[in-house]
């Protein structure tokens, strides 16, 4: 199965270099852009289709994403699968929720999709969403692992088409604020100031 390599990140302009900091609050040398990689419809598709057919085995009735990133992500593996596709979004709260008319049957098999997995928070999110909605969450996959964990949703089964280890560091011991490089807020995510 083909997958992505950082270079073709790096070649479209998806893999970012500074002192970023992650929706998860985390600060980080390096930021991957994955929307710069989905915006050519062709890449997008095949993409779609190689996490698609890690996960066929899961029987997928549904694929969820999250909003904003795991949008055009989740909408290709959708179509690879021949499968709705929903989204999540966050509400005035911060809070997750699914919107717009869409319902969930009880016992619908969902696939949950992400751009980049690093703490895994927002996907968790999308996963109780479906949960709390009747749903049977039977998998999860992304374009990019960057958490420390080869699967950081185990039992379900989980793949990812790039691995990539990047460190990450809380605000207090951040070592890019100590050397005072100027940060970066990148994703759609607006993030919580830190404390």
Known sequence: MGGIALEDMKAVGA????????????????????????????????????????????????????????????????RA???????????????????????????????VVEDVVTTGGSTREVMDVARELGGTVVGVCSLVNR????????????????RVEVPTYPKESCPLCAAGIPLSKPGSRPTSPAP
């Open 15 to 78: 893999l970012l270099e500074g002192h970023f900091q992650l929706s998860s609050g985390l600060h980080s040398p390096r930021y991957l852009q994955c929307a710069l990689y989905l915006a050519e419809p062709e890449r997008a598709e095949a993409a779609g289709r190689q996490l698609a057919a890690l996960l066929k085995g899961c029987s997928a009735q549904l694929v969820m994403a999250p909003a904003l990133g795991g949008v055009i992500i989740g909408h290709e593996v959708a």
């Open 81 to 111: 699968l021949g499968v709705p596709f929903f989204f999540t979004e966050r509400t005035a709260d911060g809070s997750m929720a699914l919107r717009r008319g869409f319902a969930i049957e009880a016992g619908t098999r969902v696939l």
């Open 147 to 162: 958490s420390a964990a080869e699967n950081p949703f185990a039992p379900l089964p989980y793949r990812a088409l790039l």
